[in-house]
């Protein structure tokens, strides 16, 4: 039988000074009360109880016994209040993993404002270092782990959190010196910039938006941000976060490729551990995460990124 049912049992025994007000107390019968006692003395070797025909005492290994089976059903009943309370409260640590890409420009900033605006919740944020499967970031430690493809995996759930716009672009310089693209099928004869985990370019939208397998690849990187100023010094074209390219497509330095057709965006999903009941802190952090992203809009999201962003700038003198 279970250990902590007959300690249960035998506590309650004590206190009450019969099997049979000890059943009433637990809603059972006094022979079942019984049989929890007697079990316990069998697994111990050792009686615990006097049994008489009208009262139960204790013996002095039952006194002490009993002493021992209190705490130990108070602290585990204590336990299971504490943490039943910390899973309501917004507030101890939380651990996040993301794609370094990701990490270090729009998320990072999100982040940031998160752990400002909830002190109690201690951030660990890590970038880099994620696997292909989908549910390691829990064998990991992690609470949250952050993805730009729609994952489908019943051992986790899943948040869309924003969408990141994405543009294609190019330095003047690199743009005077090649020509510019007339359509998508020019992409082929430029030396393109490509994320390692990008090979292959979409642009425009929809049915009528069409894949291009990057082959002539003159820089490539882990690092969107390595790749941008690799396009700004006119290395060639790239497919890059339009959060970050934000002030050189403002400037000049960059020019928009292809802004009739544009390029689609990149969905933002979190994904975490499994269950109907969500940490605190976990549906804390994701619905501020949320709001974050809907406050903090990029400029130009969509095609014709440098017109819009250079009519907002405008707007704003």
């Known amino acids: 039988m279970d250990r902590l049912l007959l300690m249960h049992s ?9 099997f049979n007000g000890a059943a009433k107390k637990l809603g059972s019968s006094g022979s079942l009360v019984s049989r929890h006692v007697a079990e316990l003395e069998r697994q111990m070797g ?6 008489t025909a009208r009262s139960v005492s204790l013996t002095e290994q039952g006194i002490r016994y009993a002493e021992f089976c209190t705490r130990i059903l108070d602290e585990i009943a204590a336990e299971d209040v504490s943490i039943a309370q910390s899973h309501d409260l917004a507030e101890g640590a939380l651990s996040i993993i993301c794609p370094k890409w990701i990490g270090s420009l729009d998320l990072g900033d999100a982040i940031a404002a998160f752990s400002a605006a ?4 201690h951030v660990r944020y890590e970038l880099g270092g994620m696997s292909d499967r989908t549910y390691d970031f829990l064998d990991s430690g ?12 019943s051992g986790v759930r899943l948040k869309k959190i924003a969408s990141l716009p994405f543009v294609l672009c190019a330095a003047p310089e690199y ?6 693209l007339a359509s998508p099928n020019d992409i082929g004869a430029h030396d393109c910039l490509v994320h390692v985990n990008d090979p292959v370019w979409r642009v425009g939208h929809g ?9 002539n690849v ?5 690092s969107y941000i390595a790749l941008q100023k690799a396009v700004v010094h006119g290395r060639g ?12 497509l403002l400037s000049g330095a960059l020019e928009e490729l292809l802004p009739e057709l544009g390029v689609p965006d990149r969905p933002l999903y979190a994904i975490y551990g499994p269950g109907q009941n969500t940490q605190k802190k976990i549906a804390v952090f994701l619905e501020f995460l949320t709001q974050w992203f809907s406050k903090n809009p990029i400029p130009g999201i969509g095609s014709g990124a440098q017109a819009r962003i250079a009519d907002s700038a405008r707007q704003g003198r």
């Open 118 to 121: 909830h002190p109690k919740i």
């Open 46 to 51: 050792v009686r615990l109880v006097n049994r």
């Open 237 to 248: 074209i790239g497919l890059l976060p339009q959060r970050s390219t934000y002030e050189d």
């Open 142 to 153: 992690f609470d949250v782990a952050f993805h730009t493809r729609d994952l489908r995996d």
């Open 10 to 18: 035998f506590v309650t025994v004590a206190q009450n000074g019969s």
């Open 175 to 180: 743009l005077a010196r090649n020509g510019r």
């Open 207 to 215: 049915h009528a938006s069409t894949l291009h397998k990057i082959r």
């Open 218 to 222: 003159a820089f490539s990187s882990n």
